[in-house]
């Protein structure tokens, strides 16, 4: 790479950020969606951060407590506050842009801390009445079922001049051999309406193998296993070793389901 003489930047890449520090939080999707809804020549702001720490171990960063509380305005049972647990030990990481005019890529900083956002302790209920109400939704069949007025089965019958080519002998048909479930090509679902059925399964019971729930949901497994690592937690040993159970955050709000 060959710098063009100017400060900050070269031929290929912008780098006049790249020592700007920069958060990476993992959100929930239905605040993931909010944002993306959110119009972008509005200049109010989408959420704030408050920080609380102890004064008497200032100097302890276990000390440090950060909640977000959302700025939206949106209606329903989405949560305002998030509780955002920070990670001290993570692979050094750095944000890219590129423009698209142009393709120009520029380092917009490098990440100092990662989050992960969740519901905070006072709204997991409110969040659970929000993850039913999604799963309500997704077991609503959109398909309907049109009924053909004096048809009597017209668009059945073989066209002129095909009489006679179709045999009708057992022994002329050829036998079609069953597709196995392995052999077709399983379609992801959206990522909320999976979620949703996840969720379900689980108020079913409460541990699942990964083979079991491939079938219960027909996902493809590397995607059912993304979608597992951010719900479930792993059992290695135990009773119930080689089977995911939820997270204790959500694990709460099936069990306030099953409650009601």
């Known amino acids: 790479m060959e710098d063009d003489g100017s400060s900050g930047s070269s031929s290929n890449l912008e780098t006049g950020k790249s020592e700007r520090s920069v958060w990476l939080m993992k959100c929930p999707l239905v605040v993931a969606k909010s944002w993306q809804s959110h119009p972008p020549s509005d200049p109010h702001p989408l959420a704030k951060v408050v920080l609380s720490l102890d004064p008497l171990h200032s100097d302890d960063s276990s000390s440090l407590q950060f909640t977000m509380e959302m ?3 949106e209606t329903g049972n989405k949560p305002k506050s998030y509780s955002l647990n920070m990670f001290k030990d993570f692979v050094p990481m750095c944000v890219f842009s590129e423009t698209s005019q142009g393709g120009k890529v520029g380092i917009e900083g490098k990440v100092e801390h990662k989050f992960d956002m969740k519901p905070h302790g006072e709204n997991l209920e409110e969040y659970g009445r929000l993850c039913r109400e999604r799963t309500n939704r997704s077991m609503v069949k959109n398909r309907q079922v049109q009924v053909i007025d004096n048809d009597r089965g ?4 073989p066209m002129p001049g095909m009489v006679g080519l179709i045999s009708s002998s057992s022994k002329d048909k050829k036998k079609t051999a069953p597709v196995k479930q392995s052999d077709m090509k399983r379609t992801r679902r959206d990522r909320g309406e999976l979620e949703d059925i996840m969720f379900k399964l689980f108020e079913r019971q409460p541990n ?28 290695k040993r135990g009773t119930n070793q080689g089977t995911y159970e939820l997270k204790p955050e959500y694990k709460k709000s099936v069990e306030d389901s099953n409650a009601e």
């Open 154 to 157: 017209v668009h059945m019958r």
């Open 208 to 235: 699942w193998a990964l083979k079991q729930l491939v079938q219960e949901t027909d996902q493809p497994a590397q995607f059912l296993k993304e979608i597992l690592n951010e719900l479930c937690v792993y059992n």
């Open 71 to 73: 700025a939206g305005t």
